[in-house]
């Protein structure tokens, strides 16, 4: 079922390598995300928000800054995730650029 996360038998997760197999890191990591985001999501005061951001859009600019900065560095994040997950396979992409 799409969307759901049960604790691994034994209640260990396992190995980083036991993770990365497969879907397994996928569906361990969709839940740690998403649960922190709805969090946040929920916690804030629409009317409050609005009348601390003002009328100006410099909050508008300084969230758009951060998301663009946020997504940049999370395709570093993942091209080193997937460097380091197999280095060989990494280095043959390389020389063929």
Not at 1 to 27: C, F, H, K, N, Y
Not at 49 to 73: H, V
Request: hydrophobic share 35%; aromatic share 6%; proline share 5%.
């Amino acid at each position: 079922m799409a969307g759901t996360w049960s604790q691994p038998r034994g209640g260990r997760l396992g190995s980083v390598s036991e993770i990365s197999e497969g879907e397994a890191l996928s569906d361990y990591a969709r839940p740690c995300g998403r649960t922190p985001a709805r969090a946040h999501a929920r916690s804030g005061d629409p009317t409050a928000i609005t009348g601390y951001s003002g009328k100006s859009e410099a909050l508008d600019d300084a969230i758009a800054s951060f998301a663009m900065a946020y997504a940049d560095q999370t395709i570093l994040d993942h091209a080193a995730l997937v460097k380091a997950k197999n280095p060989a396979k990494s280095a043959k992409t390389a020389k063929a650029a």
